[in-house]
């Protein structure tokens, strides 16, 4: 009796398994990080619950969906590792905008005949996917374009010389995100077992070797390549440290670009994107994307001087007396107006105690400066004209706050260029306070769109140059110290600019000022500090572990040399 009635509770207890399983049906709005590890998100916005509660980074509800199904499965595979996730997919980190200079037939219509490279190697694949997922869109942070990003997708796969730049890259990136991450989350432990360390400069050298190498009978098509590698190197080493030979990188494309820019000018195709396709195509946009920098390096090079400014062929200084076309075209005016207002500043030396600049030519400080006002009045009108402040995106409007923080500050340099230039810096603390306020919402999308605690890497130039002269000149001690702490919210690269070194050096600005000002004291206005306490003229070098930096006083003689440690 005993045994049969054991049979009975076993054969009930059992009884569940014959009967058909039910299948949900599977959810496709999941975020990527819930997917990845097969679990019901709870789709709470911005980030779910889930992800939260376990201490995971969300990372979102959009791009993994519409990846390629062979990138898909390679990014579900380096992320599913220990629990923990692997590459983030973040959208653009920093200011997305409309992209009016490229259509996308350059991808479809590719020069010459090629083909898809295979995958020889599990690390090569799981870069390919972090360079496409991530640093294409790191690389054009404040400039975004999805053509180019494509352009550069397209040749890594089908042209060996830019396939192994890329990598390099990516490698590079991604352990430059993983080092300043909390967890070291973006690269699995495996992958750093078989990983060398020497591992992107292997095949940035083998780029280099193939570049050489390369046999192309069409003399375009090679020079389009040499192009494009140019680019990501001058990435490369700025990510790298190697700042001298970024800036070799940078000049070598320019120059090798500079007939091309002048043969497409004359055809009247400079600023028609949409008639280049295939070659052509390819050496617009990387001549645009180096003039870009090229003229860029101004920011923090006191002797440099672009092509552009020499050329005048990529933005010419003429201001349009009909509003600008798009965002696009009103920030390469901008551009070439702010490398002026550098120029006019580095030429009386206010950068580098040392420097030696040859004399500004024409347009000189009142010509800049009407041109600065005239820049202001297009742009506003242009989006009063276009509405963009009624149901324009976040994004948008990050790049809109940015373009105005640059003009502003740049008409601040203008007009305090002067015999009274340091003190007269207290006269546009309205001015400074506004900048503040722009470059506070300007932090804030970078915290959306690439998380609180990881760092961001561009070689464009955005708000940290800003920042530095917001933080050195305007002693306002308020605006001070929400400086600072605008440049201390998260690890920020932008070309060799870097938010520690830039919070580093005002840091100690702000200390040699007021101490010498109010002895036992605390700064309360800016007008307690006097003018032969003030820095004049700051620059740095920065090695692994302190900075160099040299400084003159307003009214004294001689340089002062010092050593802070990071």
Known sequence: ??????????????????????????????????KIRRIKCDLAQPSCLKCQSTGRTCDGY????????????????????????????????GLPARCDDESDSLIVRSPGNLM????????????????????????????????????????????????YAAIALALLHRNHMDRDAKHGSYQPQSLKDRLRHDAPLLHYNRAIQLLVNQDIGDDTHATAITLLVCYLFTCFDHLAGNYAQAMKHLRGGIELSRNIYQSMSRKNHVNDGTNHSGVQGLMYQATRQMRRLDMQAVMFLVDWTPVDSEDN??????????????????????????????RLRNTEQELSPEGNMPPLPSPCKGVILGQLEAWSKLFENMLEKDNYHHGASSESLALISLLRLQCTVACILVKSHGPDKEMGYDSFLPQFRQCVALAREIAKAHERYSGSVNSTFTPEIGILPVLYI????????????????????????????????????VERVIEIEERGSQEGGTIQRMEQIPVCKRI???????????????????????????????
């Open 1 to 34: 009796m005993a045994g049969t009635q054991n049979s009975d509770v076993k054969m009930a207890n059992q009884s569940w398994r014959k009967k058909p399983r039910k299948f949900a049906p599977k959810s496709r709005l999941g975020c990527k990080t819930c």
């Open 62 to 93: 959009g791009d993994i969906i519409d990846a390629p199904p062979a990138f898909r499965a390679e990014m579900e595979h380096s992320h599913h590792y220990n629990g923990h996730r692997n590459v983030r997919h973040p959208t653009s980190v």
């Open 470 to 505: 917001i933080g050195v000149k305007c002693r306002d001690p308020v605006v001070r110290r929400e400086t600072l702490d605008i440049l201390r919210r998260k690890p920020m690269q932008e070309a060799v600019w870097d938010s520690t070194s830039t919070a580093r050096v």
């Open 313 to 342: 062929l990529f933005s010419r200084l003429s201001i349009p007396d009909t509003p600008f076309q798009s965002i696009e075209q009103a920030a390469d005016h901008l551009q070439a107006l702010v490398t002026q207002v550098m």
């Open 116 to 163: 898809i490279l295979p995958v020889t190697e599990p690390t090569q694949a799981e870069a390919m996917g972090f360079f496409e997922y991530v640093s294409t869109k790191n690389l054009n942070e404040y400039h975004p374009c999805d053509s180019w990003r494509k352009t550069l997708m397209f040749f890594s796969q089908t042209v060996p010389p830019v396939r």
């Open 536 to 566: 004049e003229a700051m620059s740095w070098v920065r090695s692994t572990a302190q900075m160099d930096i040299e400084y003159t006083f307003c009214m004294q003689q001689g340089i002062h040399l010092e050593s802070l440690p990071i």
